[in-house]
T-cell receptor, first 113, second 113 residues
Framework: AQTVTQSQPEMSVQEAETVTLSCTYDTSESDYYLFWYKQPPSRQMILVIRQEAYKQQNATENRFSVNFQKAAKSFSLKISDSQLGDAAMYFC??????????FGQGTTLQVKP | DTEVTQTPKHLVMGMTNKKSLKCEQHMGHRAMYWYKQKAKKPPELMFVYSYEKLSINESVPSRFSPECPNSSLLNLHLHALQPEDSALYLCATKRGGSYNEQFFGPGTRLTVL
């Protein structure tokens, strides 16, 4: 069975600085998708970024980028120029083709002014 | 319209009440999901509907009864709930095909007294 592990329950970053959230996963499949979701205190789950496993190029979305290491089964999220609005719980998630979305336990990110 | 909407935002009910949660989407997505989320935990999958048919029931107690009247609407009927059922209930949709990400609604905060 697939598993997703986020080893950092809490992280903090100074406003305007860069922070990296870690995620590792375990799977025997070769084709799958990885996601980072953000859940602010308002509680709406928002998709931040997605990565297809067959793509070697790391996904980027504005200030958000990932470091996808398929062999190491690692999928970290880098947030550049952190803003107060980035404060949230971040979930890493794995989805195989036609399978269920499997979440990590989440990392709470605090942004300090 | 790229939103998933959920009503009500908040619901308080007694253990003998019958209530329903509603989820609506107009994105043409063919898969719809119900999740239950406890505070500071990842969402837990409850049900999946694919093309308006129930495809996955994650051994959810029968006091939760899902319904998909049409491709835009998903209901969750609640009856004889327990206090431990208090949680945030999230609806999500997925387009399918090569687009594998799920889009979440804002959730219904349920409190069972």
């Amino acid at each position: 069975a697939q598993t997703v592990t986020q080893s950092q329950p809490e992280m903090s970053v100074q406003e305007a600085e860069t922070v990296t959230l870690s995620c590792t996963y375990d799977t025997s499949e070769s084709d799958y998708y990885l996601f980072w979701y953000k859940q602010p205190p308002s509680r709406q789950m928002i998709l931040v970024i997605r990565q297809e496993a067959y793509k070697q190029q790391n996904a980027t979305e504005n200030r958000f980028s990932v470091n996808f290491q398929k062999a190491a089964k690692s999928f970290s999220l880098k947030i550049s120029d952190s803003q107060l609005g980035d404060a949230a719980m971040y979930f890493c998630a794995y989805n195989s083709l036609g399978g269920k979305l499997i979440f990590g336990q989440g990392t709470t990110l605090q942004v300090k002014p | 319209d790229t939103e998933v909407t959920q009503t009500p935002k908040h619901l308080v009910m007694g253990m003998t009440n019958k209530k329903s949660l509603k989820c609506e989407q107009h994105m043409g997505h063919r898969a719809m999901y119900w999740y239950k989320q406890k505070a500071k935990k990842p969402p837990e999958l409850m049900f999946v509907y694919s093309y308006e048919k129930l495809s996955i029931n994650e051994s959810v107690p029968s006091r939760f009864s899902p319904e998909c009247p049409n491709s835009s609407l998903l209901n969750l009927h609640l009856h004889a709930l327990q206090p431990e059922d208090s949680a945030l209930y999230l609806c999500a949709t997925k387009r399918g095909g090569s687009y594998n990400e799920q889009f979440f609604g804002p959730g219904t905060r349920l409190t069972v007294l």
